[in-house]
């Protein structure tokens, strides 16, 4: 069986990981709660709390089957953890597998180092998932939303907007994202770093999405910790899913003038606002709302030895931030449900709410009316969101397409999908990897 990469007892590791369930299901970012995690436990902390993400949905309509009313959310979040590792496929989730005998006698001595009064409840609810296992999973598959492990409106939204792909994007949503990375073309061709991760004993390809101009990406055969990439400290490669670095050269095309004045509207964490810079001579604004994630930006552009100039400002206040100097090129990475990034991120879709989609997708709209008149005539916006929801997408440029007369669609690739038949050109005869969820539409400014 595999266990996580940790020294610590299991019993310890799923204390923290019911911490960090505790937190998903009371509304917390998963992020935060594991920054909360003490250093040496988060790397098996993590390992086991997206296995458990993976599979709250069945974990969950066991647990009402075994207790329907509810204990204390610190006790629940246990039982939730302990029953979605006994029952998940390793495989497919890429979480830790271990015995179920071992996660149960390791969930009741968790629950006797932090809620002793509970841990015969714990024992006894756990003894009887073993003993009645395969009646009660009977009962809970019943269920879509434990069958699928999404909530029902997300299942539901999927299943109108992708009457095809639904269930794939589903099950894509249960796999580990590979690792991609970025190279800068400022420093390396990407044959170059290819060969200083051979020399490290880092095996990777070379990736590329037919239809687009061979680029910088490449993808590790097995995932690593960042300072382990030869010159990552020195700016020689970043961390970029493969549909994320289309953003760039979409937005560049067949290049704009040396100095082009390009606005990056929503630009935290700034891996696309260093990829235009390692592309091309740019006078680049990038502008995020949040001062804190502004902070990552300045970070990562100084690391990789680039300047833009940074505003912590709501790029819908144009007032409050614009110079009256139209730009020749916008990114707009606009804020969305991230439904394209589950693989990555598996407490969005326990997080999110039917009404954050609707939230979203007026935010964007009004970003797209804020920043539209400040573009050139003969300009281009490049509209972005990590989502596969037709109302963050394709809905949202044919309603602002239709507010805006002087606006035409080039050619872009619309919607990538994070399923197993998204075509990826590699070296052949390798597994065919899936991008991200994104969605793209590039707009043209007719001149008067």
């Given amino acids: 069986m595999n266990a996580p990469a940790a020294s610590l007892p299991l019993a310890a590791l799923l204390a923290h990981t019911a911490d960090a369930v505790a937190a998903v299901c009371a509304g917390r970012s998963l992020n935060d709660a594991l920054a909360a995690t003490p250093a040496g436990a988060r790397p098996g902390t993590q390992a086991l709390v997206f296995g458990v993400l993976r599979g709250l949905g069945l974990a969950q309509a066991l647990r009402r089957q075994l207790a329907p009313k509810p204990p204390p959310a610190w006790v629940d979040a246990l039982l939730l953890s302990a029953l979605a590792l006994a029952h998940h496929d390793a495989q497919a989730v890429d979480a830790p597998a271990y015995a179920p005998h071992t996660l149960v006698s390791q969930a009741v001595e968790a629950a006797k180092q932090r809620a002793r009064a509970q841990s015969g409840f714990v024992n006894a609810v756990l003894r009887r998932f073993l003993r009645e296992r395969e009646a009660l999973l009977a009962a809970a598959l019943r269920d879509p939303v434990a069958v ?33 990375l970025r190279v800068n073309a400022r420093r390396h061709s990407r044959a170059a770093y290819l060969q200083r991760l051979g020399e490290a004993g880092i095996a990777a390809r070379a990736v590329t999405l037919p239809g687009t101009a061979d680029g910088h990406a490449i993808e590790l055969a097995v995932p690593c910790a960042v300072q382990q990439l030869p010159g990552f400290a020195d700016g020689a490669v970043s961390v970029q899913d493969l549909a994320a670095q289309q953003a760039a050269p979409l937005l560049l095309g067949a290049g704009l003038p040396p100095g082009a004045r390009v606005l990056d509207a929503c630009a935290a964490p700034g891996g696309k606002t260093a990829h235009l810079l390692e592309l091309a001579e740019l006078d680049l604004l990038a502008l995020d709302a949040d001062p804190q994630r502004l902070v990552k930006v300045r970070e990562t552009l100084q690391r990789l030895g680039l300047q833009a ?16 100097r139209p730009f020749d090129a916008i990114l707009l990475d606009a804020p969305c449900s991230a439904s394209g990034i589950v693989r990555r991120h598996p407490d969005v879709r326990w997080l999110r709410r039917p009404s954050d989609v609707d939230t979203l997708a007026s935010t964007q709209a009004g970003l797209l009316d804020a920043l539209w008149p400040l573009l050139k005539p003969g300009g281009r916006l490049l509209y972005a969101t990590c989502s596969v929801f037709l109302a963050e997408g394709a809905r949202q440029i044919d309603a602002f397409l239709q507010r805006a007369p002087d606006a035409g669609r080039r050619p872009s690739p619309g919607y990538l999908l994070p399923v197993a038949d998204n075509p990826v050109s590699g070296d052949e005869g390798l597994p065919q990897p ?15």
Avoid: C
């Fill in 148 to 180: 699928w492990n999404h909530p029902r409106w997300w299942i539901e939204t999927l299943q109108r907007d992708w009457p095809q792909q639904w269930a794939d994007l589903l099950r894509a949503n249960q796999r580990r994202a590979p690792m991609t």
């Fill in 434 to 448: 899936s991008t991200d969820g994104f969605y793209y539409a590039l707009l043209d400014k007719r001149r008067p």
């Fill in 309 to 324: 100039q940074l505003q912590a400002t709501d790029a819908r206040d144009v007032a409050a931030w614009w110079d009256g």
